[in-house]
């Protein structure tokens, strides 16, 4: 069945808008089974303009959004989603993808096929996603933010990204929320998208360090955030094995200070949240300004595998990924919440 229309958001800077032109718009123009397809590009930079290009390509009609300052990846996609206000559901794609012509119906489809679907995941090419799911159901416990269709009316229930992680993890804390309103996140094998990143395709020095920064800086705040003291000084001690060099435990803990005493005010303070269906592990996530400890009641079972085990290949995944490269170049943050300013030292 041949759908009329779909939202679809792209946060993308100056030095990004030629992947989209060459790569994502051309791939978007050629999907089948779709009708019109409304692509929002967010200057996530909030300066000037980024696309110059034609506004209808195809079947695509393409616009530009910025704010009035520089957002992270989740504050950029929260923004979209108050700008457009899209009805069922809407995709969010990278700038450096390129969708097979397919993508977006199956994703649709898996998204129709069950009404408690919240998130469905497409699957990365030419290298493929470190991802553990059910074979049978396709559940996975966290879905990556580099192509997700995300059911509206979820998105809005749980008001978003948590914009405090300014980049990288958000997708993971956004995954969490869902499942614990008792809404599935899915895999879709058959919804296939090029994803040209890494360092097979130009990857720079300042950029994989960045990436890293973030990273280590995000799954201490994701531990917190969840487990509380506990689970931060785990995240702490799991990092340090990790075998960083000093100066960047360095940066990352001033990093997550940072971010930590900007909670402290009570406009950031979160809320207790429990999973609204027996079926699903308790987690109940304490205020930031208090001292006790945080409630974990863990069945042995947390959709559609055991938690445990999810944890462990998530730690895994998270410190194969940063740990012990000793190539990582000296950067500095010049301003907290500023990552386009994270510079080498050399130049200072």
């Avoid at 992947?19 to 909030?46: E, Y």
Wanted: include cysteine.
């Amino acid at each position: 069945m041949k759908k009329d229309s779909v939202d679809i958001f792209c946060a993308v800077s100056r030095g990004e808008i030629g992947k989209v032109k060459s790569w994502l718009i051309p791939s978007l123009a050629k999907q089948l089974n779709i009708g019109k397809i409304n692509l929002t590009l967010i200057n996530f930079t909030g300066k000037g303009s980024v696309y110059d290009g034609e506004s209808e390509v195809g079947k695509v009609s393409i616009k530009e959004i910025r704010g009035n300052r520089q957002f992270g990846f989740g504050e950029s996609h929260n923004f979209a989603f108050k700008t457009v206000k899209p009805k069922n559901y809407f995709l969010i794609i990278n700038p450096d993808c390129s969708l097979h012509q397919k993508c977006i119906e199956n994703l649709i489809f898996q998204m129709e096929s069950d009404a408690k679907v919240g998130i469905v995941e497409g699957r990365q090419l030419p290298f493929e996603h470190p991802k553990e799911y059910d074979t049978k159901t396709c559940e996975t416990p966290w879905a990556s933010g580099a192509c997700i269709l995300i059911r509206s009316s979820i998105f809005e229930k749980v008001k978003g990204f948590d914009e405090h992680f300014w980049m990288y993890v958000e997708d993971v804390d956004f995954s969490w929320r869902v499942w614990l309103e008792d809404y599935k996140v899915v895999y879709c094998p058959l919804a296939v998208v090029y994803h040209y990143t890494g360092i097979y395709f130009g990857y720079n020095g300042t950029r994989y360090n960045i990436e890293h920064l973030w990273s280590a800086r995000n799954f201490i705040y994701i531990m917190y955030k969840y487990w509380g003291r506990r689970g931060e000084k785990k995240a702490i001690k799991l990092f340090r094995r990790a075998g960083y060099p000093d100066y960047f435990c360095k940066q990352v803990f001033q990093e997550y200070g940072e971010l930590k005493h900007s909670l402290g005010n009570d406009n950031f303070r979160l809320l207790r949240i429990k999973a609204k269906n027996k079926r699903l592990s308790l987690v109940a996530i304490s205020h930031f300004e208090t001292v006790k400890r945080l409630t974990i009641r863990l069945r042995r079972k947390f959709i559609p595998i055991k938690i445990r085990k999810f944890f462990q290949l998530f730690l895994n995944i998270l410190l194969k990924q940063m740990g012990g490269n000793s190539s990582l170049k000296k950067i500095k943050v010049l301003k907290y919440g500023q990552y386009h300013t994270l510079k080498e030292k050399n130049n200072g």
